[in-house]
């Protein structure tokens, strides 16, 4: 069974940046629809960003101009370049990953990935 292991969360203040890693097993990044959602207890999922198998990329509204996803085809690794970091951005990360088939958009990996890890917490307060 594929695997998603998402690390790189943390702690931080306002303004201050991490960088979120997923390593995939047996799960090709380069050639399906990955990506990240996040969620707060007692919020619904909330699609972050997603890349397809052509390095097109799109964002939630909310962290535009400041997360950048990107992969590592050699490592099979997905990242998520987080900048500019705001408490609303608190929230257990999750990464996923979608058939290349599928229209590939954060909001629609979030509803119903097909494979997906455990999350990794990332608190932002000062």
């Known amino acids: 069974q594929a695997q998603l292991v998402a690390s790189g969360g943390g702690s931080v203040q306002p303004g201050g940046s991490l960088r979120l890693s997923c390593a995939a097993a047996?799960?090709?990044?380069?050639?399906?629809?990955m990506g990240w959602f996040r969620q707060v207890p007692g919020k619904e999922r909330e699609g972050v960003a997603a890349?397809?198998?052509?390095?097109?990329?799109r964002y939630a509204d909310s962290v535009k101009g400041r997360f950048t996803i990107s992969r590592d085809n050699a490592e099979n690794t997905l990242y998520l370049h987080m900048n500019s970091l705001i408490p609303e951005d608190t929230a257990m990360y999750y990464c996923?990953?979608?058939?290349?088939?599928?229209?590939?958009?954060?909001?629609?990996?979030?509803?119903?990935?097909?494979?997906w890890g455990q999350g990794t917490q990332v608190t932002v307060s000062s």
């Open positions: 890349i397809d198998g052509f390095a097109n990329t």
């Open positions: 996923a990953a979608d058939p290349p088939y599928v229209t590939c958009r954060p909001d629609i990996l979030a509803r119903t990935p097909r494979v």
């Open positions: 047996e799960y090709i990044v380069s050639s399906n629809c």
